[in-house]
């Protein structure tokens, strides 16, 4: 899946973390969410998942834009 084919729910929109963009909240077209944030090694996943730490307001902005 290309980042193109997600809605953003946070951030600038320009991608580049090095800017202050980072972490974000995506939407794909069948309604799950895609986040994106700082690695995390709170503990291990089970094979084929990962962990990562987004801050509270960024949830927040993501819930503002979907109207929850």
Known sequence: MAR????????????NCNNDDCPNVYRTANGSFVVQGDVSDAFNPPTGEGLVEIPEHVMREAFRALGW
């Open 4 to 15: 193109e084919e997600l809605t953003r729910l946070t951030g600038n929109g320009n991608g």
